[in-house]
C-alpha cells in the first residue's frame, strides 16, 4: 500500500533562517506531487505541484521554492523565513482518482 | 478560474444533531466533487466524492449531491457524533489528468457531548 511521510512534523526558526522540508511517498511510481500551505483561518493554498522529476510549477508567487531531486521525494525550501510563512504545510501526491496528503509539518517563524 | 465557496462557520451542534455545511462552486467544464475530513494536527483524508451530476458520494453516514443546476455539493449527515468534530474541507478537482484540487477556506465542526 501506498504511504506518504513528512518531516519534521513540527518546525521553530526565525525570521530569515533558511527551510527545508521533505516529503517522501513509497509503494507508488511516478506519483504527481504537492505542497499545500494553510495558514491560521485560512484554507489550503495549492503552492507547487510536479509530474516528474525535476518538473515543477509554482502557483503562488514567494520566497518558497520546490525541488524533486527522486522520483519520490519532494523538498520544500526557503533562503529567509517571513513571518508570513508560518502555517500548516502539507504534501500530497494523487493517483489518477484521489488525492491522497501526508500528516503535514506545523511550522512557526518567530 | 475555478472557486469552491462554503460556509465557513464555526458549527458548533450537540450530539446527534442534523448537519448540513453549504458548499458550491464555479468551474469551467464538468468538475468532480469532493469532501475532505481534518481532524486535530492531523492531514486531510478523503471523506467522500462525486465525478457527476446527480452523483451521491457517502461515507460514514456523511451524504453530498452532485447538483450541477445549482452547482452545489452540500455535506449532510443525520445524526452527528463528538468523534465528527473536525475541519471538512469542500474541493473540486477540473477534467484532465493533473490532479489540481481546489479547496473552499474549510468549516470547524464542534460536537458537544
Known amino acids: 500500500s501506498q504511504t506518504i511521510h513528512q518531516w519534521p512534523a513540527t518546525l521553530v526558526q526565525p525570521v530569515g533562517s533558511p527551510l527545508s522540508l521533505e516529503c517522501t511517498v513509497e509503494?507508488?511510481?511516478?506519483?504527481?506531487l504537492y505542497w499545500y500551505r494553510q495558514a491560521a483561518g485560512r484554507g489550503l493554498q495549492l503552492l507547487f505541484y510536479?509530474?516528474?522529476?525535476?518538473?515543477i510549477s509554482s502557483e503562488v508567487p514567494q520566497n518558497l521554492s520546490a525541488s524533486r531531486p527522486q522520483d519520490r521525494q519532494f523538498i520544500l525550501s526557503s533562503k529567509k523565513l517571513l513571518l508570513s510563512d508560518s502555517g500548516f504545510y502539507l504534501c500530497?501526491?494523487?493517483?489518477?482518482?484521489?488525492?491522497?496528503f501526508g500528516p503535514g509539518t506545523r511550522l512557526t517563524v518567530l | 478560474g475555478n472557486s469552491v465557496t462554503q460556509m465557513e462557520g464555526p458549527v458548533t451542534l450537540s450530539e446527534e444533531a442534523f448537519l448540513t455545511i453549504n458548499c458550491t462552486y464555479t468551474?469551467?467544464?464538468?468538475?468532480?466533487l469532493f469532501w475532505y475530513v481534518q481532524y486535530p494536527g492531523e492531514g486531510l483524508q478523503l471523506l467522500l466524492k462525486?465525478?457527476?451530476?446527480?452523483d451521491k458520494g457517502s461515507n460514514k453516514g456523511f451524504e453530498a449531491t452532485y447538483r450541477k443546476e445549482t452547482t452545489s455539493f452540500h455535506l449532510e449527515k443525520g445524526s452527528v457524533q463528538v468523534s465528527d468534530s473536525a475541519v471538512y474541507f469542500c474541493?473540486?478537482?477540473?477534467?484532465?489528468?493533473?490532479?489540481?484540487?481546489?479547496f473552499g477556506k474549510g468549516t470547524l465542526l464542534t460536537v458537544n457531548p
Open positions: 509503494g507508488t511510481s511516478n506519483p504527481n
Open positions: 500530497a501526491w494523487s493517483s489518477p482518482y484521489e488525492q491522497f
Open positions: 468551474a469551467t467544464g464538468y468538475p468532480s
Open positions: 462525486a465525478t457527476k451530476a446527480d
Open positions: 474541493a473540486l478537482k477540473e477534467g484532465g489528468s493533473n490532479y489540481k484540487l481546489t
Open positions: 510536479s509530474v516528474g522529476i525535476g518538473q
